[in-house]
């Protein structure tokens, strides 16, 4: 019988889509299920029904599975953070090695074996950046939040157990003096209204807060109170920023920052690189996750100091950087003229002299090194979600590097790549995810790639 939308069936929950929803079978029909657990037993009321496959909720939950546990947060499956809370945490290391094994297999046509994901030094409060937009309660007071899963209604919270304690009592504080003063909040409807987000960036190594407040407009007559109150309370705060964004978007950051009290920037060190950062300045937002995964990449790259490392990709310059004492020369792209900035300063700041930072598009930055000449031993690449491309792929063959480092924040395109290089005369020797955000979906993944015919 075919299904119908509020049909409610029993399902046995026997895997996890790369989405985090679990995934049962109804006469052969996958149907996925938010918010399930590998074994669990339920009754699902179907929402959706597509041509071969269906989307369904949980109606009745009548066994859990093995790996179910109480997910511990009063707004889980309101807010669209995280999905896979209510699973033990050995369970989702599980599950990441398969979406990133799914993704191999069925887009890459890659048998290279995928293994075990490398677990986050911390599965809680581990993140260092943290956006809350903002609005108001049933009393008129101003409050933080987190967007509800696909839309723009802010569900309130006041403690996000993925931010440290410490950001969301900032938070708090931040909300109760905004109403204190006044300060009216952003409607997106009419587009009226001053304070959009509340921004906050933290360092793991100093313990300093830069605190961020988005705004839609300059002119912010409370600041110095704000401010003043602000720094009382929390001493950690190192300083106090403005960000202007007056657009009608659902971009959270404009591009003007505004310096109000203390330091416009925060000092961190990530993989052993002193960083400077701005509001505006990309940053892996799990560091001590980060540390691990550069560790793991700097392994597979299989430096010994002679080298020549090209770093394309290479934002401010962390996984570069944090391999420069095991290359001779170092070459970093990025097109973001401001990281390039950051990553020259990085490397002033480590002493390192072996380093050049072009500002460029890797695919045009690709072609002219190429025609240059230039023949890396080892290619690093970093690429955003759409990953990078055949063109720019094509241009790094060309180079032949021995070896070519693949850190990927998107499964599915990262095995995309790895089937164009790997036609092209790089065979995928490993494929490690790490998992760099716990209790979402989301996984990082390095595949090492070497030239086929290198010499041994």
Request: net charge positive.
């Amino acid at each position: 019988m075919p299904l119908a939308k509020n049909q409610i069936i029993p399902l046995s929950i026997t895997a996890l889509s790369s989405d985090g929803s679990g995934v049962g079978r109804w006469d052969g029909m996958p149907v996925f299920v938010p918010f399930t657990a590998v074994g669990d037993e339920v009754d699902a009321r179907i929402v959706k029904v597509c041509r071969t496959y269906a989307f369904g909720i949980i109606d009745t939950l009548r066994t859990p599975g093995p790996a179910r546990i109480p997910a511990q947060c009063h707004i889980y499956g309101k807010c669209g953070g995280c999905c896979l809370r209510h699973i033990r945490y050995e369970a989702e290391l599980c599950a990441k090695q398969g979406f990133v094994a799914d993704a191999m297999r069925r887009i890459g046509g890659v048998s290279t074996p995928v293994l075990p994901t490398l677990p986050s030094p911390q599965q809680e409060r581990y993140r260092n950046k943290v956006q809350y937009p903002l609005c108001r309660d049933e009393n008129g007071a101003v409050c933080a939040g987190f967007y509800a899963s696909r839309s723009h209604r802010i569900i309130p919270c006041e403690d996000c157990l993925l931010q440290p304690a410490l950001l969301n009592e900032i938070a708090r504080t931040a909300c109760r003096l905004l109403t204190q003063l006044g300060v009216s909040v952003y409607d997106e409807a009419t587009h009226r209204g001053f304070a959009r987000h509340i921004y906050l960036r933290h360092s793991v190594k100093t313990d300093d807060v830069l605190f961020c407040l988005v705004a839609n407009g300059r002119k912010f007559p409370q600041a110095q109170a704000f401010c003043r109150e602000l720094k009382a309370r929390h001493p950690q705060v190192c300083g106090v920023a403005l960000n202007v964004n007056t657009r009608d978007t659902n971009v959270v950051l404009g591009s003007e920052c505004i310096t109000l009290a203390g330091e416009g920037t925060l000092s961190d060190e990530m993989a052993g690189v002193p960083v400077r950062l701005s509001p505006l300045s990309f940053y892996q937002v799990n560091t001590r996750g980060a540390n691990a995964l550069y560790a793991k990449a700097l392994e597979l790259a299989g430096l010994t100091g002679r080298e020549t490392l090209l770093d394309l990709y290479c934002g401010t310059g962390t996984i570069g950087l944090s391999m420069a004492h095991r290359c001779a020369r170092l070459i970093g792209v990025e097109i973001v003229p401001e990281a390039v900035v950051d990553a020259q300063r990085n490397a002033a700041r480590m002493g390192v002299q072996h380093a050049e930072f072009l500002c460029a598009d890797a695919q045009k930055a690709a072609a002219l090194l190429e025609k240059q000449g230039l023949r890396p031993d080892v290619v690093v690449l970093d690429p955003p979600r759409k990953g990078c491309g055949d063109e720019t792929l094509a241009h790094v063959c060309a180079m032949q590097p021995q070896r070519i480092v693949m850190v990927s924040c998107n499964p599915a395109t990262a095995a995309r790549d790895t089937a164009y290089l790997a036609a092209h005369g790089y065979t995928p020797v490993c494929v490690q995810p790490v998992d760099m955000f716990p209790r979402t979906k989301h996984v990082e993944t390095i595949v090492l790639l070497e030239k086929a015919d290198k010499p041994h």
